[in-house]
């Protein structure tokens, strides 16, 4: 799914947990993202000065072996396609957010043989846009981060937890326990230098 992409880049553990142990849980962030996503996760289309806005448009690549959907594809009347994803909160920079769009962008390049450079971010809790450009390093990103996705799922295991700053936001904080098993580590650690054998 092009979710696991922006899932994996904010926390690996984190796409494991939802998309491998199809685990999930809501919190104040899952619920207004939600709500951002009320009106654009609905098919339908709309056109304004010649531009068709096509929402929760399907989209897929046999290429990177991803599917999912786009938010809003706008469709210009001088051939551009431009996708725009919707995020809650406000306006700022998220490279999570970025790779999820890229993703996007190479699925319809892939669908259309349309050449996309650019897309947006809608921040809906300030309204406003935040554009993104589709570069090589981005799109090198999204490449990158779909390999990783498959080796952590043909592996089988989770990965560990951040237990860092990202945790306090996470939806999966309960589920994920990052501070109960970061201690374990550490006293499994502990554990293994106590009983060491000395070496001569």
């Known amino acids: 799914m092009l979710s696991a992409l922006q899932h ?3 926390c690996p553990r984190q796409c494991a947990l939802i998309h491998v142990e199809q685990a999930f849980d809501e919190n104040v962030h899952t619920m207004r993202g939600n709500a951002a996503h009320e009106r654009v996760d609905y098919p339908g289309f709309e056109t304004f000065e010649g531009v068709r806005a096509e929402r929760a448009l399907p989209v897929w690549s046999d290429k990177l072996g991803l599917i999912g959907k786009c938010d809003v594809v706008e469709f210009h009347p001088d051939g551009r396609i431009y996708p725009v994803e919707y995020k809650h909160g406000k306006k700022r920079e998220k490279s999570h957010d970025d790779i999820q769009l890229a993703a996007q962008a190479m ?10 450079t650019h897309g947006a971010i809608y921040h809906h809790g300030s309204r406003r846009r935040r554009e993104v450009a589709i570069t090589q390093e981005l799109r090198n990103k999204v490449v990158e981060t779909v390999s990783a996705i498959r080796a952590m799922m ?11 700053a990202r945790c306090k936001e996470c939806s999966l904080k309960e589920i994920c326990q990052p501070q ?4 374990h580590a550490i006293q499994c650690g502990l554990l293994q230098n106590l009983f060491k054998p000395e070496v001569l």
């Open 8 to 10: 994996w880049s904010y």
């Open 107 to 116: 699925c319809l390049e892939e669908m259309t043989g349309k050449v996309i």
């Open 154 to 164: 043909n592996s089988g295991k989770l990965p560990s937890p951040a237990n860092d």
């Open 180 to 183: 109960v098993i970061a201690e």
